[in-house]
């Protein structure tokens, strides 16, 4: 199709005598971009360029950016952008004055060559000033730099933008010519540069900027499309070219076409912002439309029928009142026929054999049990350095009896500890069936299915339906305790093992998810109030290697501490709250909230913050002391009135403090201690530690060895010294 709309006739860039401001329309026609990544694609685009031009005074801080993102183009609308930026004053430091100047006051070789690198000559020498830099005087040389045309600017924002866009995997590809190679996401056809009405000159990619895109390839009304102003853009698109550029408006509509299709049958969508991103970014005019299936597939577990309509086909699954699957699912078209009766039955014929696949699947796989599967796991490889999937299992199995016995130590534990064992046992025999095969995510869910059919006991499925979890941030922990301590043991599997033979993270890299794994250790641990120390943990997991790894006990427990602060900090715990619990390295990390929060309400102390730095005198003190200082006092060497204070005043508060930490009074404990500033200050103020008989420097050490150690038992108050 060709159009019968004319060209406007060039203007110039730039007025004679006064600044000129239009807003900029900046677009890039490509083939069609990798779906996941395109809404972040489309945001860069725009940033980049606008950050670049006001970087260069073409745009300003107030200018609008406006991201468009389809499937077949990146593009970025800018307000308020100047033809040609301000001439700005530069002041270029040249050298010292001793340096660029003979005694006579003329210019040495070495401040003409400098003169020349900023674009000056011997003439400039007039225009030098002096200014002192530091102790000495330098020579300083004024100029004004012309202001950059916007199509200079454009240019240099565009091969800047291109350059740094965050593109998944970049692709080479010919130009036109049969020689020259380019490098992009994907290979670009055509180049789009409006100021206003106006076209301007520049290139990328092999492309020379036009004012002509394309629409959508089957509901076009117009091919190409000439784009008649900046401000057009969105509007011939969608008219003329049958094309939603916005990412965002896609993403609306779809939103609200499939709420209101699912309603009209009494159901809702499946909820899933992923999805819906990767869909909006498939089509460029979105239509919802209502397909079905044959009820017969929902005997195969719902989670098989989910996963195969959103990964392989981008389907919406439906669900009831009750959120149970229903046998309707929605479809997000890119064409809008008349008649969309065969668009529906042909992607119905479509999901159809994806859905017999997983039925096939499922009863194949209900035909062995899980148990008959443990074998198989010793063929199976998990790690160069660890074994097998089944040495796996066995390791697994002993780490979380341990954990059950230490857990399940006041109440009856035999039945827990058989299913736990139980679980452990087959916890990863779902890995070699079909339906895990097909699809890797349904790991640990297909064996709490296939254990329910096999006649395993509920917190038996459940345990290994669990173990994976908490499997991201956000997600559920085991339901029971037998699939909580499995999941436990799992994970410290992992952490011990892997960092047991050298396979640290590194940087952003974390092929093992190690990371992740720690962050689930650390959520359970807290959110199930554990009894088991963090150390404990470690402890019971390192017997099942054997002598296949070193102790990696010192590493992992830092490793997991400071994830234990980060995530904390995310919390909205201060540093210095969470420096002054977790540096007493706590071992029941589900203590440390409640240790966070008693912190917190002891900062409020109108004493809070004098024991702080009263604690952190102490502490200096006994690290300069010669050898370790027992706690131990003689109290007929307390021969000054204030140290014989501060020690009655001590036995009081440990006293009534230690009782309140014995029973996890954390706030309490530390409010306690409220009473020592007094006795602390006049300690301190009346009293010397250092004394020169060895006797009573001795004693005296020890006196403030008790107090360092009575004051920091919920966490080292001198980490919120000023």
């Known amino acids: 199709m060709t159009t019968p709309m004319t060209t406007p006739m060039p203007t110039p860039l730039t007025a004679p005598g006064h600044p000129v401001t239009k807003n900029l329309l900046v677009e890039l026609f490509v083939e069609e971009l990798p779906p996941k990544a395109l809404k972040k694609l489309g945001e860069a685009f725009a940033a980049g360029l606008a950050d670049s031009l006001k970087a260069q005074g073409l745009a300003g801080e107030h200018s609008a950016v ?7 183009r990146l593009a970025a609308h800018i307000s308020a952008v100047a033809a040609q930026a301000a001439d700005k004053a530069v002041s270029h430091k040249l050298m010292p004055v001793s340096v660029g100047l003979s005694a006579t006051g003329e210019a040495t070789p070495a401040l003409l060559k400098k003169l020349a690198s900023v674009g000056a000559d011997a003439s400039a020498m007039q225009h030098l000033t002096r200014k002192l830099d530091g102790k000495a005087d330098a020579l300083y040389f004024d100029s004004i730099v012309t202001g950059a045309t916007l ?20 692709m080479q590809y010919q130009l036109a010519d049969g020689w020259t190679s380019v490098n992009f996401v994907r290979p670009a056809h055509g180049l789009v540069a409006l100021f206003g009405a106006d076209l301007v000159p520049v290139h990328a990619l092999g492309l020379e900027a036009r004012r002509e895109t394309h629409g959508h390839r ?5 091919d190409p499309v000439v784009l008649q102003h900046a401000d057009h853009y969105a509007e011939q698109l969608e008219t003329q070219g049958a094309v939603f550029a916005s990412f965002a408006k896609r993403h609306g509509m779809i939103a609200r076409q499939l709420q209101a299709a699912a309603s009209a049958e009494g159901l809702v969508p499946i909820n899933d912002a992923a999805l819906l991103d990767e869909v909006t970014a498939l089509v460029e005019r979105p239509n919802v439309l209502l ?25 919406f699954p439906l669900l009831d009142a009750a959120g149970s699957l229903t046998n309707r699912f929605l479809v997000v078209s890119n064409i809008t026929p008349a008649d969309p009766s ?42 160069g350095k660890l074994g097998t999937q089944g040495e796996r299992v066995l390791r697994v199995r002993a780490i979380a009896r341990g954990i059950a016995e230490q857990a399940c130590a006041q109440e009856p534990q035999e ?35 296939y254990a329910r059919h096999d006649g395993e006991s509920e917190a038996v499925a459940q345990a290994i339906e669990d173990h994976y979890k908490p499997r991201f941030a956000g997600d559920d922990l085991p339901r029971g305790k037998a699939g909580l301590i499995v999941a436990l043991a799992d994970k410290l599997e ?3 093992g892997l960092f047991g033979i050298g396979q640290l993270p590194t940087g952003d890299k974390d092929p093992f998810a190690l990371r992740r794994h720690a962050l689930g250790v650390i959520r359970m641990l807290i959110e199930r109030d554990v009894a088991i120390g963090l150390d404990r943990l470690i402890a019971l997991a390192l017997p099942a290697f054997g002598a296949a ?14 994830r234990v602060a980060g995530s904390l900090r995310e919390q909205g715990f201060s540093a210095q709250e969470v420096d002054a619990v977790l540096s007493l390295r706590p071992a029941r990390l589900a203590d440390v909230t409640a240790r966070l929060a008693a912190v917190r309400a002891f900062a409020l102390l109108p004493e809070a913050a004098a024991l702080a730095a009263a604690n952190k005198r102490v502490g200096n003190i006994l690290k300069k002391a010669e050898g370790a200082v027992a706690t131990h006092v003689n109290v007929e060497l307390l021969t000054e009135l204030a140290e014989a204070a501060l020690f009655a005043a001590l036995l009081d508060v440990q006293t009534i403090a230690d009782a309140a930490f014995d029973q996890g009074d954390y706030a309490a404990s530390l409010q306690a201690l409220a009473a020592l500033r007094a006795p602390v200050d006049a300690f301190f103020d009346s009293v010397m530690v250092n004394a020169d008989d060895p006797a009573l420097r001795a004693n005296r050490l020890g006196l403030l060895a008790g107090l360092h150690a009575a004051m920091n038992r919920v966490a080292d108050l001198s980490k919120l010294a000023a």
Do not use: W
């Not at 406006?66 to 077949?72: E, L, V």
């Not at 916890?427 to 640990?444: C, I, N, R, Y």
């Open 415 to 449: 039945r827990i500890t058989d299913d736990v064992d139980r679980a452990a046992l087959l916890a990863k025999t779902d890995l070699l069936t079909d339906m895990v095969g097909e699809f890797p995510e349904l790991q640990g869910v297909m064996g709490g299915y």
């Open 549 to 562: 790894i070193k102790d990696p006990s010192a590493a992992l427990l830092d490793f997991i501490y400071e």
């Open 151 to 170: 199509a200079e600017g454009l240019q240099k924002a565009l091969d800047k933008t291109l350059a740094d866009l965050p593109i998944p995997k970049v």
């Open 494 to 496: 992992t952490l011990v």
């Open 342 to 383: 065969r668009v529906i039955e042909g992607n119905e014929r479509v999901v159809r054999p994806r859905l017999a696949d997983a039925k096939f699947f499922f009863d194949q796989d209900r035909r062995k049990t899980l148990a008959s599967r443990v074998a198989a796991l010793d063929k199976v490889v998990y790690h």
């Open 66 to 72: 406006t991201a468009f993102a389809s499937p077949r």
């Open 291 to 315: 397909c079905r299936f044959e009820e017969a597939f929902l005997e195969v577990p719902p989670e098989c029928l989910i996963l195969t309509m959103k990964a392989n086909q981008k389907y």
């Open 218 to 222: 089957f509901e076009a009304s117009l």
